[in-house]
C-alpha cells in the first residue's frame, strides 16, 4: 500500500503539551520503519498546523481550522491509487478532519471508534463542558455543525455506518443516544474472552456495505491507564491488551478501511513506554488485518 501519515500535534488547539506530543512520539519509536518492514511505502509524515495569523480565541473555531487542513491533507492522500492514511491526532477532536477528508473522496464514510468513552456529548448533554466528549456526536451530525462543515462532513455520518466498541464510562445521556440510534456498540466486557476478535468481526460484518470506505480510530484510553498512562479521562475498567489487539485487527478484516487512527498518547506521563508499543503494536494489527 502507499501510505501517508498526517500528524495533528494538538490536544484540542493546544501545541507542544500533553497528548500533543503524541504524534511525534509514535514516529520516533519507528512507526514508518515498522510499516515499511511491512512492506508498504510510506510517505514523509505530512503536519497539520494552525498559524498564530489564524488562531482565535474559540477553540471549536480554532480545531474547525486543523480539522479543514487535515481533511485537504487525507483528500489529496486518498485520491492516489492503492492508498491509506494512518492519522495520529493529540486527542479525538481531531477525527472530523479524516472522516471529512473522505467524505469529500467517495461519499460519506463508516466509523467505527474505538474509545472507553463515548464521545457522544453535545453541549445540551455534557456535565464537564469537554470538547474532546463531543467529536462522535459531532460527526454524526447531533451539534456544532461549524466544526463538521470545517472538515468538509456533508451530510453527516450516518448511525447504521457508526461502531463504538471498547466503552466503559459512558454518560446517561450517551447511554441514551445508543438506545436511541442503531449505533454498533460493544461494551468492554464483550472483549474480555478469547473470542473478542469473533465477536467484534461478527458484529461489523454486516454493517461493510453501510458506507464504501471507512475510518478505525483508535483512542488508546480503551486500554487502561497501565497500558496507556497519561490519559486526563481514565475509565474504570478495560479489556486486555492483547484482545484490543486482536478486536483492532478483526475490525480492519471485516469493513473496508480506508484510514485509521491513533490517538490521546502522552508520552510525558510514560516513561516506560507502554502506550506507544501498544499504539505501534495497534498499528501493525490493523496493516495486517487490512492484508
Not at 250 to 264: E, G, I, K, T
Request: net charge negative; charged share 20%; with cysteine.
Amino acid at each position: 500500500m502507499d501510505i501517508t501519515i498526517v500528524c495533528v500535534p494538538y490536544q484540542g488547539d493546544v501545541a507542544r503539551w500533553g497528548c500533543a506530543l503524541g504524534p511525534q512520539a509514535f514516529l520516533e519509536r519507528g512507526l514508518s520503519q515498522r510499516l515499511e518492514a511491512l512492506g508498504h511505502r510510506v510517505h514523509t509524515p505530512v503536519w497539520i498546523e494552525l498559524p498564530r495569523s489564524e488562531r482565535t480565541r474559540d477553540t471549536v473555531t480554532n480545531i474547525g481550522y486543523l480539522a479543514s487542513r487535515a481533511a485537504e491533507a487525507v483528500k489529496t492522500a486518498l485520491q492516489q491509487p492503492d492508498s491509506l492514511v494512518v492519522m495520529l491526532e493529540g486527542d479525538c477532536t481531531h477525527a472530523l478532519g479524516p472522516i471529512g477528508g473522505m467524505a469529500q473522496v467517495a461519499g460519506t464514510p463508516g466509523v467505527v471508534w474505538f474509545d472507553a468513552h463515548g464521545d457522544l456529548n453535545t453541549r445540551a448533554t455534557t456535565t464537564s463542558g469537554f470538547w474532546g466528549g463531543m467529536p462522535y456526536a459531532v460527526a454524526l451530525g447531533w451539534d456544532l455543525d461549524d466544526w463538521r462543515l470545517a472538515a468538509g462532513l456533508e451530510p453527516p455520518l450516518r448511525p447504521e455506518a457508526a461502531a463504538l466498541i471498547g466503552t466503559s464510562d459512558l454518560d446517561p445521556a450517551e447511554e441514551d443516544a445508543l438506545q436511541r440510534h442503531p449505533i454498533l456498540h460493544l461494551r468492554a466486557e464483550a472483549l474480555l474472552g478469547a473470542d473478542a476478535a469473533e465477536r467484534v468481526q461478527r458484529a461489523l460484518r454486516p454493517r461493510a456495505g453501510e458506507a464504501a470506505s471507512w475510518y478505525l480510530h483508535m483512542d488508546l484510553d480503551v486500554a487502561g491507564p497501565e497500558e496507556s498512562p497519561g490519559g486526563m479521562t481514565p475509565a474504570p475498567s478495560w479489556a486486555p491488551r492483547e484482545q484490543l489487539i486482536e478486536a483492532a485487527r478483526a475490525a480492519a478484516r471485516a469493513v473496508p478501511v480506508r484510514v485509521f487512527s491513533l490517538a490521546v498518547y502522552n508520552p510525558a506521563a510514560d516513561s516506560a513506554g507502554r502506550g506507544v508499543r501498544f499504539g505501534l503494536d495497534l498499528a501493525s494489527a490493523i496493516m495486517e488485518g487490512l492484508q
